[in-house]
């Protein structure tokens, strides 16, 4: 039996019924619900949620990475793929969209930055370039 003792699991509640969970002293977001109902009764509160797929998202920011890591040179490295697959997985789905546009169909340059290791797609000093922070 593993150990759960410290284990933590939050929910967030946003607008437009997304729910989300975290599990953990990590801030990613583990699991994506929608709120169907939220009632109360006689001073008791019920929700229900209904689990959404995140098998599309999750295949999305894959591809991502591996396009990004070609980009900067570290298509080989698990490391740097695990790093970025790590951050992207967070990301809306649409915002990867965007981001996989600007790289593979715009043709848009990917940067990266040292010391707090950045990666910039476009230009850089552009008010339109995406500034993606990985370690602070």
Known sequence: MA?????RESISFYSRGKVFCGKGHSTHIDQEYELVEDKTKEGVRTIVLREKDRTGLIEKARKLVDTIAEQIGEG???????????????YAEE???QIYKRITVKKEPVKTQEGCYKLFIGDGRKKDSIEIMIRN
């Open 3 to 7: 150990n759960t003792q410290g284990l």
């Open 95 to 97: 915002y990867l969209d």
């Open 76 to 90: 080989e490295s698990k490391a740097v793929k695990a790093i970025l697959f790590d951050e992207f997985k967070d």
